[in-house]
């Protein structure tokens, strides 16, 4: 039986689907094991990187020097594609990992802004959000700083460019914004949630089709390569518990 977290691998797997040459940076287990699990099947082209300063192989052997200066000139080339996580995320998919009320007098000081601000206006951005909630999912951020497309699109030309959110994945299912104006879209449901249970785990009105399909299944070659290569220890599994 495939597992939840399995689907997670493979839904952020698929989210570099067909990227060709690009860096992909997963931050987090399960996009970690996805990009590793579309680089030995459908992206064959994909560079991964150890987060430092090297680029290395399927193995985890360096392959190649990233130094850091070399890092942004993909970033702000857009040669990147990079998976975050959001502690919140709104229909138009701003993201704030800095603060939780008021930025002047916050009830919780999080991560900062660090560089989502970068990466949202000149490389591909997803999102992955283990655990989905209406503490994430939520009608506004306190703070942007991951811009969605409404904040993209009030700040001109120059910020919409190279603006781009192709997903996001969660724990119940996939989204995008491929909707007239840009508020996130309900994709396809993880085995087992329906999307009554998405809209209640949201704190905005999700689009969606009448029918929700299903995430993708698994092939054998894709399961056996999470389960005996990839993730052999069954990390995808704590972060996403069964």
């Known amino acids: ?78 040669r990147r594609h990079v998976m975050m996580g959001a502690s919140q995320l709104d229909r138009f998919g701003n993201q704030n990992i800095s603060c939780i009320g008021d930025w002047e007098r916050p009830a919780r000081q999080l991560l900062g802004v660090r560089g989502a601000p970068v990466n949202t206006l000149n490389n591909p951005t997803s999102y992955w959000v283990p655990k989905h909630s209406r503490r994430v999912f939520v009608e506004k951020v306190d703070m942007v ?38 508020t996130m879209r309900l994709v396809s449901l993880h085995p087992g949630v329906t999307a009554e249970e998405v809209q209640d785990a949201t704190g905005f009105p999700l689009a969606h089709a009448d029918e929700v399909p299903c995430t993708r299944e698994p092939t054998a070659e894709e399961l056996r390569l999470i389960r005996e290569v990839i993730d052999p220890q069954g990390l995808r599994d704590r972060e996403v518990p069964a």
């Open 145 to 182: 700083c991951g811009v969605g497309y409404d904040s993209a699109a009030a700040a001109g030309p120059s910020a919409t460019r190279y603006h781009r959110i192709p997903r996001v994945v969660s724990d119940l299912g996939v989204f995008d914004f491929a909707t007239p104006d840009h």
């Open 1 to 78: 039986m495939t597992s939840r977290a399995e689907y997670c691998v493979l839904a952020c797997a698929d989210a570099w689907r067909d990227n060709g040459e690009v860096l992909a940076s997963p931050m987090g287990t399960v996009p970690a094991i996805g990009a590793r699990l579309a680089k030995r099947t459908f992206s064959p082209d994909l560079l991964l990187t150890d987060g430092e300063a090297l680029l290395v192989g399927l193995d985890g052997r360096a392959e190649g020097w990233l130094p850091y200066r070399q890092h942004l000139a993909m970033v702000t080339g857009g």
